[in-house]
């Protein structure tokens, strides 16, 4: 890798991973010498910007395009362009796409340039002073670009600027202000550019006061019955997801609609991507019932105006939410939207806040460039039926639990993991969401035997992600021993883990699961108990856990009947024998050492033995594993017909009559 390349990665890095600098997929960066320009592609976020995140185009085909005359059609115009840049790419095989603003890098003589919309500038950049100012503080040093629609038409005139700056210079400028967008810093070093941008900063800082302390409040538990309702009135053939905060900053603007006004309308190309151009308030919001009754009757009118749902909803003295179509992409309209309202708190400070015109706003929205990067940045490319539900998975930290969990999440969807094991759990999780991918995996430690810490977890899970989808009950524990050893104590948290525990999960996710089916009454959800098949047949010495299990079924049947005018399938799973899991196979208590030590296995005098006594028991030579398990999960949640089974998965060991 070339050194300056190095460089580009590091720098791009750097301010890609502060969210002062740069949001979402925005910003841009590139390095080029005589011949030769290296930018970052389009939808590629600054913070994880690779090698193979550049394209590399020439400079000669790029200086062309300036020299050629184009349609005056602004759509032909722009597909010409286009085509022009992707003919300029030296390296055809990556198959990136060049930003669009490749042609604007490629005319500034300093070999690296790097573009930020940073919060505090931009709250400057977006006054109704901001010429006046800049001037002020920045005086001929700097070269301010009145706001221009991107593309060709912004490359033209930024071109013009620039030659005219210099005619009458002799350089170009090394900091380049664009009015309701963002700043270009360019130099011949990677350093001179931070030092740049710490002095821009620094400037504007004496004339703009700071934002105080931002202060995290507290989640209002009055969401807990609003989420789901307004998830599914949302949702199309795919479910959406609802990410909600709530601070300091955000509670300033949403006391009543003059402060809301404020902070209603676009100020820069970024927020018109992710956000759309209008924002839903409520303002009816002291219980669930007013607040669903206001949005209730707002959504109609909101989509007849503006042809589409909205994206950003602030609920007066609740806070804020954002929908979009995955947990990464919600997350993404949040920052958004909330760099605005950060601007605009600048920006009053200023003389006054300058909002794009309507037409402005117009070509952002309809402008494919931009809808091009937003869908490369957010969207994951493995589409599928599953995609973005929400899962709960308890005992989902280790064991059979977190290959389900982990095996939901490669699906694309959002994943809750419950266990008691915080420890397991956090690093269950965070292995997880290292992937990248636009799902999201949490963790809330939870004791299922305990209904308040049930009630917690479902709650956690619609203030992460707007509602649910699907509770796997999973979490078991297991007990051996016969009537003269097992202790009362024993029996009764064997009991209260694998029995009651699916009681507390199904009556509280049952729940949730009940207020979408209200508004969205053909959209089919899943309570899934995994048993055993020891729920299907008695266990010799082992009744603790064949009994709870036997009962779980029970259960199953009863909440199938109870719950299908819902939509709500229940359904259970039998695994046979999971042997490499550590609840078979952990050295210390798994059960072939338990079943050695109490003699369940008759002249057995090793695990070995134990393990090939369990496995001569199964026609099909083997124990279970997770794939058996998760094809039967798969088909219980995408079939439309079926509650209130036991689905066997026993390689023969038991069939049902």
């Known amino acids: ?259 809301f006004y404020k902070i209603s309308l676009s100020l820069t190309p970024d927020m018109i991507v992710y956000c759309k151009t209008q924002y839903l308030f409520i303002e009816q919001s002291s219980t669930a019932e007013k607040i669903l009754d206001c949005f209730i009757q707002k959504l109609p009118r909101f989509k007849d105006e503006y042809g589409y749902a909205p994206k950003v909803i602030l609920i007066k003295n609740v806070g804020l939410l954002a929908v979009d179509d995955s947990y990464f992409s919600a997350e993404a309209v949040l920052d958004v939207y909330e760099d605005l309202i950060r601007i605009s708190h600048y920006s009053l400070q200023c003389g006054g806040t300058k909002f794009l015109t309507t037409e402005q706003v117009a070509f952002i929205d309809q402008w494919e460039v931009e809808n091009y990067r937003r869908k490369v940045t957010l969207t994951d490319k493995r589409e599928n039926k599953f995609g973005n539900k929400v899962a709960i998975v308890t005992g989902g930290a280790q064991g059979f639990g977190a290959g389900i969990a982990e095996s939901l999440f490669k699906l694309n969807m959002n994943i809750v993991i419950a266990d008691l094991n915080e420890e397991a759990g956090m690093a269950y999780t965070a292995s997880l969401d290292s992937k990248r991918t636009s799902n999201k995996a949490v963790f809330v430690r939870t004791d299922v035997s305990d209904p308040v810490s049930v009630k917690a977890l479902i709650a956690a899970a619609v203030s992460e992600f707007g509602g649910l989808d699907i509770m796997v009950s999973n979490a078991g524990v297991l007990k051996a021993g016969g009537l003269d050893e097992m202790e009362p104590e024993v029996f009764s948290k064997t009991t209260g883990i694998n029995y009651n525990g699916y009681y507390h999960c199904a009556k509280y996710a049952a729940e949730v699961l009940k207020q979408q089916n209200e508004v969205k009454p053909d959209y089919y959800t899943d309570i899934i108990q ?56 952990d050295p210390q208590n798994g059960l072939f050492v338990q079943y050695l030590k109490t003699g369940k296995v008759p002249g057995a005098k090793t695990i070995d033995d134990v393990r090939k006594f369990y496995e001569n028991q199964v026609p099909m030579k083997r124990g279970c594993r997770l794939e058996d398990v998760m094809k039967a999960l798969l088909y219980i949640i995408d079939q439309e017909y079926e509650t209130g089974q036991a689905v066997p998965v026993t390689g023969g060991q038991v069939m049902l009559g």
């Open 1 to 259: 890798m070339k050194k300056e390349i190095k460089e580009l990665i590091e720098i791009s890095k750097f301010y890609g991973g502060d969210k002062r600098y740069v949001i979402a997929g925005g910003g841009n960066t590139s390095y080029k010498d005589d011949h030769t320009i290296w930018i970052k592609a389009s939808g590629q976020p600054l913070a994880g910007l690779t090698e193979e995140g550049l394209v590399t185009l020439s400079r000669e085909r790029l200086h062309e395009i300036s020299m050629k005359s184009y349609s005056d059609d602004p759509v032909k115009r722009e597909d010409q362009v286009k085509n022009d840049l992707f003919e300029s790419i030296l390296d055809q095989g990556k198959n990136k796409r060049p930003s669009v603003e490749t042609s604007l890098h490629e005319i500034i003589q300093y070999k690296f340039v790097v573009h930020l919309h940073p919060t505090i500038i931009n709250g400057l950049l977006c006054s109704i002073n901001a010429e006046k100012l800049t001037f002020q503080l920045f005086g001929e040093k700097a070269l301010f670009v009145p706001y221009t629609d991107p593309g060709y038409t912004l490359f033209k005139k930024l071109e013009k600027e620039i030659l005219i700056y210099r005619e009458k210079f002799s350089y170009d400028p090394r900091i380049i202000f664009l009015e309701n967008h963002g700043v270009f810093v360019s130099a011949d070093t990677t350093d001179d550019i931070r030092n740049t941008y710490n002095d821009i900063i620094r400037t504007i800082e004496k004339h703009i006061a700071p934002i105080p302390d931002i202060e995290q409040l507290s989640y209002n538990p009055v969401l807990h019955k609003v989420l789901p309702v307004i998830r599914m009135m949302l949702s199309g053939f795919k479910p959406v997801t609802i990410r909600y905060r709530h601070n300091t900053l955000i509670a300033k603007y949403y006391r009543n609609q003059k402060e």
């Open 530 to 585: 995994i048993n055993s098949k020891s729920g299907l047949r008695g266990s010799n010495r082992n009744f603790a856990y064949a009994g709870a299990k036997f009962g779980g079924i029970g259960l199953t049947q009863s909440f199938a009947m109870e719950l299908a005018p819902f939509r709500i399938k229940v359904n259970s799973i039998c695994p046979g024998n999971f042997y490499e899991g550590p609840l078979w196979s």
